[in-house]
């Protein structure tokens, strides 16, 4: 059997002339009536029937030369399969198989030739071992066994309906899968997976979105993990919506499919998600913020967005702020960035985090802390926006509760930098800005940088100045309770006054129950040498703040307290300034500077 150069036509290279001509598409095969009328009941009865209308015609014809020669080339019988399943290479391998050539089958072919069995009517009953038996027992024996070969015969049906349908092949199919997919281990379908399980979603995300929709609807029906749908839909979203990989911008397959085929897929997905999952990964909340960005693109209903927000927020720590970062769509706002979209997910994740404190989970807090420095991050970045309102700035940094923040540092940098980029907002709008942060959780290093920045109102920076102090006196007061605590637990040791311990050299050794007490010796003496210049220091930080006391009784008849209240809205207590305690702190570098800045500050 051979096929001419042109490669339009397809000859049996038997030697005998041919007697029937089979189109198939754009092929013409030239073949032998016998062969094909032993296996296929539909050739049988068409060429049966040309031939009956041969012999009719042939009584009525006036036998000449001429038309003896035409009447040869018109007995030749003509067969047309407009629409042959599987085209001309599934008809060639038929044909083959007619001629009792060996034909090799495999999972990709199996499913064309039994729909080419079917359409031939190649039947049992018409005769035994005939290719519609063939291709069911390789089905059932061979591809149906195989997770992976199932998905390719699946992936083969694609262009074989409504044919495929009918004979059963893609219900066997999906059952096979679903059925395998069940009994397999759902921590194999996490990101990081072995071969076996990668080749197999990769053969997943072959499959057209029709048939990738029944597949799922059947892996469901199967009461199968959450975990394990969610990945395959995630997989499948990655592979086949534009968008989800930022790098790229586009698809990983080949073909562009419209935007309408695109939104349809999308809510597909979406549709399919299931509500709760108990895996987080970082990989599926990226996919699920590009989906999330393509569906603002394509306009996708309110549904589908809002299922991809709770999605998000249900595992929005391990976002990062890269994602994000998602450019606003509409034309209603004004900002560069979606923040409402940021302030919704944030509020799912809210609503997920309380619901795990009333059911104990142990990583609430851990999930709260992470977001929080998201949040920060993002405050950081959108602050630049020229366009964004105080209001929404300040609502957004409200909006996570306090445990969120261990320290308002980044919250501070991002406080910072939306003054610096907006210099002509009103002071009000600024004491509202500024107002978000809770001095009291700014370090130190926040406190000195914001001690000294300009661009922060009066009343902030009043707030700054008097909480450092507070967290310098509460450090030398800790420093002081430390030292007398070796001191005290050395005096207990037996046979030892205070004094001998004040002076031991580096050599003695004091141990109670196995533990050394050399460190903490030298480190009481060192202490105890600098106790004189320290409450010197002490002494002038009290009178720093006596200073402060009646420079503000002159501003304001009312009092300090009433003063720092009715102000500046706060509600410390100013008492603090009154001990008189002896004081000892280690010396810190730049120490006189700071106390210079205070000096000027009051």
């Excluded at 290479?89 to 069995?117: D, Q």
């Excluded at 089905?139 to 349908?165: F, G, N, R």
């Excluded at 001990?579 to 106390?595: D, I, Q």
Aim: proline fraction near 3%.
């Amino acid at each position: 059997m051979a096929t001419n150069s042109k490669g339009q036509a397809w000859f049996c290279s038997t030697g005998l002339p041919s007697d029937v001509v089979v189109d198939v598409d754009d092929m013409i095969f030239h073949l032998h009536k016998f062969p094909l009328m032993a296996k296929s009941k539909k050739l049988y009865d068409l060429i049966t029937e040309q031939e009956a209308n041969f012999t009719s015609n042939a009584v009525n014809e006036t036998k000449t030369t001429t038309t003896k020669t035409t009447m040869a080339e018109e007995q030749c019988c003509h067969v047309r399969f407009p629409d042959f399943p599987g085209g001309p290479k599934t008809f060639e391998m038929a044909a083959k198989f007619c001629y009792t050539v060996k034909i090799e089958l495999s999972s990709a072919n199996v499913a064309a030739l039994r729909c080419a069995g079917e359409a031939l009517e190649m039947t049992e009953e018409f005769c035994e071992e005939n290719l519609i038996s063939k291709t069911e027992s390789f089905l059932s024996q061979t591809v149906l066994k195989s997770l992976t070969h199932s998905i390719e015969t699946l992936k083969s049906c694609e262009h074989l309906m409504p044919l495929v349908e009918h004979v059963g092949i893609v219900e066997c199919c999906i059952d096979s899968v679903a059925d395998r997919v069940s009994a397999m281990d759902p921590a194999l379908f996490g990101w990081d997976v072995n071969q076996t399980t990668n080749n197999f979603i990769h053969e997943l995300t072959l499959l057209n979105p029709q048939l990738f929709n029944r597949l799922i609807t059947g892996i469901k029906g199967k009461n199968m993990s959450n975990e394990i749908v969610e990945n395959c839909l995630l997989r499948y979203a990655k592979t086949h919506i534009s968008g989800t990989n930022r790098a790229t911008r586009k698809p990983q397959h080949s073909h562009k499919p419209s935007e309408i085929d695109q939104k349809e897929l999308l809510e597909t997905i979406v549709t399919n998600l299931p509500e709760q999952t108990h895996s987080r990964s970082s990989p599926a909340v990226k996919i699920l913020f590009g989906m999330l960005r393509t569906a603002n693109i394509l306009n996708a209903s309110d549904n589908c967005k809002s299922t991809l927000e709770k999605k998000i927020g249900s595992q929005f720590e391990q976002a990062t702020l890269d994602d994000l970062l998602m450019p606003s769509y509409s034309y209603l706002s004004e900002t560069l960035y979606d923040v409402d979209c940021v302030q919704r997910i944030l509020s799912q994740f809210q609503l997920q985090i309380h619901s795990q404190s009333l059911n104990c989970v142990d990583d609430t807090p851990a999930a709260l802390t992470l977001v929080g420095k998201l949040i920060d991050g993002y405050l950081s970045e959108i602050a630049l926006d020229a366009n964004l309102k105080p209001e929404k700035f300040c609502e957004l940094a409200a909006a996570l509760p306090e445990q969120a923040r261990i320290y308002d540092d980044g919250l501070y940098r991002s406080v910072d930098v939306y003054i610096k980029a907006h210099p002509w907002i009103t002071d009000a709008d600024r004491e509202k800005v500024s107002g978000v942060l809770d001095c009291r959780k700014l370090t130190l290093e926040a406190c000195t940088h914001a001690a000294q920045n300009e661009r922060l109102p009066l009343r902030a920076v009043v707030q700054v100045l008097f909480f450092e102090q507070l967290q310098l006196r509460q450090a030398i007061a800790g420093t002081l309770m430390a030292t007398e605590m070796v001191v005290l637990e050395s005096e207990r040791s037996p046979g030892t006054t205070r004094q001998e311990v004040v002076e031991l050299h580096d050599e003695t050794v004091v141990e109670e129950d196995g533990v050394t007490w050399r460190a903490a010796v030298r480190e009481n003496q060192v202490l105890r040498l600098g106790m004189d210049s320290m409450r010197t220091r002490v002494h002038e930080l009290e009178r720093e703040c006596t200073t402060m006391k009646k420079a503000i009784e002159k501003i304001d008849k009312v009092g300090p307290t009433g003063w720092f209240t009715k102000k500046f809205g706060c509600t410390f207590k100013t008492q603090v300034c009154d001990s008189h305690e002896p004081t000892v702190v280690e010396t810190r570098k730049g120490r006189n500077h700071r106390t210079n800045r205070h000096r000027h500050a009051s």
